[in-house]
């Protein structure tokens, strides 16, 4: 039955049979308040109103219950909803689950209706009467409740996205440094995490736009395993926020570690998360990766000036070979990757180890370098490791 319905048979305007008995029901709310309480405070939700606010909400119950039955009709769905919202929000301060609302609401209805029956079978009340009546009530009751669960998932949303953008404020004051200290201190014994404490920070790229908030949760959950404590929230397409302890790895997500800092030195740690996610990405790393996994590749990543002196110095004229060229370039990736050991590097390319040498003697030639010098060397690295993040590496994934 909706809001506003009439039901059963009667004139609406409070002219049917039981017009004396609703007289005689309001005038036992006392009663109705007393039966009412006993039940209620079972519930020691409850204990959190007063005698008086608890009796105020069963009285208006009552009037609610009679103006329905002379009206003959449940009230308008905006009116039960207006009311609804004032008692949900009032129960929600109050710390009342949204079950225990909805049971001594029903338990109120209940009590009001067994009165109503009593005093019905007093006044010889015709029992078809009495029956629609009834039926009156549980309807009310039915559209009251089902307002206050809409209006406690309202609620509920509105609250939670209150929360996610206070822990959003609250990570981004921390790891970008424009919060002020001492309500950040507070926000973060209220969550749960100990202001003298150290944390990473945290900056995760995900390849599923979708997967955002799950991967949040995730680094959230796992880094408060065990003892641990984090908070973690959506910035810009990223997960970012601060734990006591490295997450967990996720599939499909490549999480940057910053070292471990005081809530005041956060936003070094953050720094260094974003500068070690940058050279992860480039590098195709995944998993949960720390500057000690990339190591100087951070730097070679971040350093445009010095990257293009050494790719032209050590690249560019290779490109000008075009494939032989390409040949020599591979061939010095293998023998660096295969620290520099000829035969070990010659397998891995099924080549003869006399090519291989030949070709690492034409590298040194074009690029007037020499490979036993250890500036060469690192330059070679350095250079190597920016040219692959730029395009030029075979398909591989590489897991810190």
């Known amino acids: 039955m909706e809001a506003g319905e009439v039901i059963g048979s009667g004139d609406g305007n409070g002219g049917h049979e039981s017009a004396d008995v609703l007289a005689r029901l309001m005038a036992d709310v006392p009663i109705l308040i ?31 219950a009679v103006t329905s039955l002379e009206a003959n009709a449940i009230p308008p769905h905006v009116q039960l909803s207006e009311l609804a919202e004032r008692v949900v929000r009032r129960r929600v301060e109050q710390g009342i689950p949204v079950e225990d609302m909805m049971r001594t609401y029903r338990v109120s209805l209940a009590v009001i209706n067994d009165r109503f029956i009593e005093l019905a079978v007093d006044a010889d009340v015709s029992s078809r009467e009495s029956l629609r009546c009834s039926r009156l009530l549980w309807s009310l009751s039915d559209a009251f409740m089902t307002c206050v669960a809409q209006e406690y998932q309202r609620l509920s949303v509105e609250s939670a996205l209150l929360d996610d953008q206070a822990k959003a404020d609250l990570v981004q004051g921390l790891l970008f440094g424009t919060g002020n200290h001492s309500e950040m201190v507070r926000a973060c014994e209220t969550r749960g995490l100990d202001p003298s404490a150290s944390f990473h920070a945290i900056r995760a790229r995900v390849t599923e736009p979708a997967a955002l908030a799950a991967v949040c949760r995730e680094l959230q959950r796992s880094g408060a395993e065990r003892g641990g404590a984090a908070i973690v929230s959506p910035f810009r397409g990223d997960a970012i926020g601060l734990t006591t302890r490295p997450p967990h790895p996720i599939t499909g997500t490549v999480v940057a570690l910053g ?51 050494l ?50 003697r034409k590298f040194e030639e074009l690029a007037s370098a020499s490979l036993e010098a250890t500036d060469v060397i690192v330059e070679l690295a350095w250079a190597l490791e920016i040219d692959a993040a730029a395009g030029h590496r075979p398909d591989t994934n590489r897991t810190a």
């Open 311 to 360: 790719h032209d110095r050590y690249i560019a004229p290779l490109r000008e070979r075009g494939e032989f060229g390409e040949q020599l370039l591979q061939s010095v990736r293998h023998f660096l990757a295969c620290d520099r050991n000829v035969a070990a590097a010659a397998e891995s390319m099924f080549l003869h180890k006399n090519t291989l040498r030949y070709r690492l």
């Open 259 to 309: 070292p471990p800092l005081p809530l005041t030195e956060l936003e070094a740690s953050f720094t260094s998360a974003g500068r070690v996610l940058d050279a992860a990405v480039l590098l195709d790393y995944t998993g949960v990766v720390s500057v000690a996994d990339v190591s100087w590749r951070v730097a070679a990543i971040n350093d445009t000036e010095v990257s293009r002196l």
């Open 34 to 64: 007393t039966r009412t309480e006993h039940q209620v405070r079972e519930l020691s939700t409850y204990d959190a109103l007063s005698d008086a606010e608890l009796a105020e909400a069963i009285r208006r119950n009552v009037d609610d």
